[in-house]
């Protein structure tokens, strides 16, 4: 399990939220993926919070 919340540079699909979030979680990234596009079906601000994530978690060093 990753220490800090990152996104990562290689095993992104558009900016690494979900990928960064679920490795540093040990979740699967698809599943976190998929749970996230079905949480868009529902109202909510979904789409302005992965873009603040976008924005405010950093991407890996390496």
Request: with cysteine; glycine share 8%.
């Amino acid at each position: 399990m990753a220490s800090t919340l990152t996104r990562p540079r290689h095993g992104k699909v558009i900016a690494g939220v979900c990928a960064g979030i679920a490795e540093r979680f040990g979740w699967s990234p698809n599943l976190l993926r998929l749970l996230f596009l079905l949480s868009c079906l529902l109202p909510g601000p979904q789409f302005v919070v992965y873009i603040v994530l976008w924005v405010l978690m950093p991407r890996r060093p390496y």
